[in-house]
């Protein structure tokens, strides 16, 4: 398990993992504005 948490250390496993959090958080926020833009007009 040691071993694996080092492989992270390099620039293309934690880049990958970044982008798939980056895009999570953005579909996340994406959803709570189109929410908010409805309910903002009343």
Same mark, same amino acid.
């Given at each position: 398990? =040691?071993?694996?948490?080092?492989?992270?250390? *390099?620039?293309?496993?934690?880049?990958? *993992?970044?982008?798939?959090?980056? *895009?999570?958080?953005?579909?996340?926020?994406?959803?709570?504005? =189109?929410?908010?833009?409805?309910?903002?007009? *009343?």
């Amino acid at each position: 398990m =040691g071993r694996k948490r080092k492989s992270v250390a *390099e620039p293309n496993n934690p880049r990958s *993992e970044y982008f798939d959090f980056k *895009e999570i958080d953005n579909d996340f926020q994406f959803l709570d504005v =189109g929410r908010f833009d409805p309910q903002k007009k *009343e």
